[in-house]
């Protein structure tokens, strides 16, 4: 394969996969990591594609928001998996807030109808946990944004405000050791970071695909992290370097 073509392929997975590890990209295309990065050094000098901490991020539509059907199929097993194991980490009487990822959807699924206090953005999630009885749902308002079903702004931010809560559930579509959690939209990275800040403890919620990746909008450094759930397929190398941070990591079955 000539190099150009390498080049151009490599840019359609990464676009397609929107993030990619070396590892892969070698094996897919059959030459050593070290080419790889090369190759990864010239696209990003292109403006075709983003290096990231072991691979490469989409640049392409990077603020566009995501629909929310294909978040639902998009490592939906993973998901649901994570958010099973967030749901043991709520007690009675708990206040949290939830984002408006499609793994708190999973939560509020598998949530116990028991006396809780739930702030969400998240209008799917408010519908979901509107049918038991004993958990108190306050919705932030704010500005609507059709396909995720969420609503931003500054309204939804100034009603956080108001709050105070035990626990921050949140997601993101990247989780970077030294850039931290960040989002491909701005709104949404504003509203989690104002999350984060109302909250005792931040639990995020990230597949391994979301590790040693970097977006457009920075939510909050690593360091202001309780604890990272993700699931079975991280790399090992990924959860030692959090874990040497003192970052607490729980990985679902």
């Known amino acids: 394969m000539l190099v150009a073509e390498r080049h151009r392929k490599i840019v359609d997975v990464v676009n397609e996969r929107l993030s990619i ?25 292109e403006n075709l594609l983003r290096r990231s901490h072991g691979g490469a991020v989409s640049i392409q539509d990077e603020q566009a928001e995501v629909s929310y059907m294909e978040r639902e199929i998009t490592n939906a097993a993973e ?3 994570i958010a099973i194991e967030a749901v043991k980490l709520i007690k009675p009487n708990d206040q949290i807030v ?16 028991i006396p809780l206090t739930v702030i969400t953005n998240s209008i799917k999630v408010a519908i979901e946990l509107s ?54 939209n701005e709104w949404q990275a504003l ?28 939510i909050a450094d690593i360091q202001q992290v309780s604890c990272v759930l993700t699931d079975e397929k991280i790399y090992a190398n990924d959860q030692k370097i959090f874990e040497e941070k003192g970052i607490v990591m729980k990985i679902s079955k």
């Not at 639990?203 to 909008?217: E, H, L, N, P, Q």
Request: charged share 30%; hydrophobic share 40%; glycine share 6%.
């Open 98 to 113: 939830l984002d408006a990822s499609t793994t708190t959807w999973y939560m509020a699924k598998e949530m116990p109808d």
């Open 79 to 81: 998901k649901r998996a």
């Open 131 to 184: 049918k038991k009885e004993q958990i108190k749902v306050i919705s932030t308002g704010g500005m609507l944004l059709s396909k995720s079903l969420s609503y931003v702004g500054p309204l939804a931010e100034r009603s956080l405000n108001m709050y105070h809560v035990n626990k921050a559930f949140i997601s993101c579509k990247g989780v970077h050791i030294e850039g931290g959690l960040s989002d491909s």
């Open 191 to 218: 509203l989690k970071r104002q999350m984060m800040l109302i909250a005792d403890e931040t639990i995020v919620m990230a597949d391994s695909t979301k590790f040693g990746v970097r977006t457009f909008a920075h």
């Open 21 to 45: 590890r070396v590892t892969e990209l070698s094996k897919l295309f059959h030459v050593t990591e070290e080419t790889i990065r090369r190759d990864l050094e010239k696209l990003e000098k």
